[in-house]
């Protein structure tokens, strides 16, 4: 099959129309290819012009005189049309010779119609014939796209789409894992694999972080032309499809060779779906760990075998990920309901967890996912590498059609020993707990600061009694006037006594924040702002902040 979407100048020349057309310069760029064919009549058409178009022109638009025309042939040279083909007549009876010599020296074909043809049968003629051939191509792709996602359903999804992808191109077909030996379709000599490998090996490094899919890259490689496709999905790249061609690519190459990284980027994630859910089933006993119903050491040896001495001594942390879908009409990655929803998200995130040196134990719990992080890379710091972790959870989620999906996360603080695993976790659920107050989508337990106290009072009455022994006056003048006094009194002590700060920050003018805090101090008492009260009024704070999450924010 003719796997040009374009024609070039010399099948042209082959049309009806060109029967009496004569070729006098330019003859060695005969095989320049043409996408469409334009009518110019104007000396000025640098704006007129995309490249790889045949002009045709009665000369009406040259003037008279070599130069001009000279200046006319290095115009369309420099944008790169594909011939020139001039109907001599009265406007234009002759080609002139440095016309000829600047037209051979660009190696751009010069056409002349010594008789008098209609411009708009030959744009009618090899349009159709463009779009045909193209209309063609698309059908063929099509099948070949088809049987493509076919063959991803047979036991060797993989090897039989490599195969196909090598006869549909006659070319040679090489597929580089990220994990495992590359293969050739079809075979080559030893000296030749090495000789390729070695070279794909230096350049694949060089590669800058991209979407797969989204951008082939193109090497010239012993007087050859190499194209690599990166295969992969959740944000990171499982493989690589590399086509060796003996003639420069084609549209239809990289059409194709893209068809094959979709099909088999699909198969290799059906296939980590599959492993998954294997995963999931063999680490249920996380749950058991974070729901302490298991009691000591020797059970968590029992069920983690040889790997326990590893993972025993190693610091982890557990992350809490709940995710909640905003709107179920748009979402299509995947099928609908939490626990499909979670294995996708577990997928991606098993992935970059692996990127960023931690062994993730992921358990699925309803619309949460839970995750013992333990540390591969002690030697940096683990707080650090979670948040790169999450953010780039946040980056490739857009591109997996997860964006719908809101997602609140709470890590707890760093410990050894698994045995220990539901303290953090518990510090995991307490950080999620405050995002109305702080309305931050990752949490760590650390940043709680005195929350971290005052989740351990389980006496909510005795809270409630602190709480109002400070806040009282204003809570009332607050809920019986409508006034903002206690959001007031927090902004204003957050930003340490800063006026100005704080009146920005509560979008009012300097006297109105003069008011409310003359207000303030008429009802808790000018000493209000000395140190020990002061204190006493920030925990008060955070504890009506904990009593009522949905009042107070921290991000004023």
């Known amino acids: ?53 045949m002009i045709l022109t009665t000369g009406m638009g040259l003037q008279s005189g070599e130069l001009s025309t000279i200046a006319y042939v290095e115009q369309l040279a420099k944008g790169n049309v594909s011939c020139l083909c001039i109907e001599l007549g009265k406007a234009f009876d002759r080609v002139p010779e440095a016309m000829i010599e600047a037209a051979n020296r660009h190696n751009l074909p010069l056409i002349i119609f010594e008789h008098t043809v209609r411009f708009v049968d030959i744009t009618q003629d090899l349009h159709s014939m463009i779009i045909n051939r193209h209309h063609k191509i698309l059908q063929e792709l099509e099948s070949i796209s088809r049987e493509f996602h076919r063959l991803t359903l047979t036991s060797q999804g993989v090897t039989n789409v490599l195969k196909l992808l090598q006869t549909s191109t006659k070319a040679q077909i090489v597929y580089v894992p990220t994990q495992g030996q590359p293969s050739f379709h079809p075979v080559l000599p030893i000296h030749k694999q090495k000789s390729l490998i070695d070279y794909l090996s230096a350049k694949i ?15 010239e490689y012993e007087n050859k032309t190499l194209i690599l496709q990166a295969v992969g999905a959740l944000g990171k790249t499982w493989a690589y499809i590399v086509l060796v061609l003996d003639h420069p690519p084609q549209e239809y190459h990289y059409l194709i060779l893209d068809s094959a990284s979709l099909s088999i980027a699909q198969d290799l994630l059906r296939k980590r779906y599959m492993e998954e859910r294997k995963l999931y089933t063999e680490n249920l006993w996380v749950d058991d760990l974070l729901h302490v119903r298991i009691k000591d050491e020797e059970q968590i040896k029992s069920l983690t075998g040889t790997d326990f001495k590893r993972l025993n001594e190693a610091s982890y942390r557990v992350c809490l990920i709940e995710f909640e879908q905003k709107d179920e009409s748009t979402y299509s990655a995947v099928e609908e309901g939490p626990e499909s929803i979670g294995f996708h998200l577990s997928m991606m995130l098993r992935s970059i967890f692996e990127q960023h040196a931690f062994l993730p134990l992921i358990t699925l719990k309803n619309n949460r996912l839970i995750v013992v992080a333990i540390d591969q890379n002690p030697k940096r710091p683990s707080k650090v590498r979670l948040q790169q972790v999450f953010e780039s959870l946040h980056k490739i989620r857009t591109d997996e059609r997860l964006g719908d999906l809101e997602l609140l996360i709470g890590i707890g603080r760093s410990y050894v020993k698994l045995i220990h695993a539901h303290l953090s976790y518990q510090e995991a659920i307490r950080s999620i707990s405050l995002y109305p107050c702080f309305k931050k989508p990752v949490l760590f337990f650390e940043e709680l600061g005195v929350f971290q106290l005052l989740f351990n009072i389980e006496n909510k009455d005795m809270l409630e009694s602190f709480v109002n022994s400070y806040l009282g006056p204003l809570m009332e003048h607050d809920a019986t006037r409508g006034s903002e006094l206690i959001r007031t009194l927090k902004v204003y002590l957050d930003y340490d006594g800063s006026k100005q700060i704080a009146a920005q920050k509560l979008f ?15 009802l808790l008492g000018a000493d209000y702002i000395n140190p020990e009260n002061r204190i006493a009024l920030q925990v008060a704070l955070r504890a009506y902040q904990l009593l009522h999450p949905d009042k107070l924010s921290n991000q004023e």
């Open 1 to 53: 099959m003719d796997t040009e979407f374009i024609l070039t100048v010399n099948e042209i020349l082959q049309r009806p129309l060109f029967h009496n057309a004569k070729v006098v310069a330019g003859q060695e760029g005969l095989m320049r290819r043409v996408r469409w064919v334009h009518v110019l009549e104007v000396p000025n058409f640098e704006q007129l012009i995309h490249g790889e178009e």
């Open 205 to 219: 490094p060089e590669i800058p972080d991209h979407k797969p899919h989204v951008v082939p890259f193109e090497w």
């Open 508 to 522: 009012i003018v300097r006297q109105s924040l003069y008011y409310r805090l003359e207000k303030i101090a008429e």
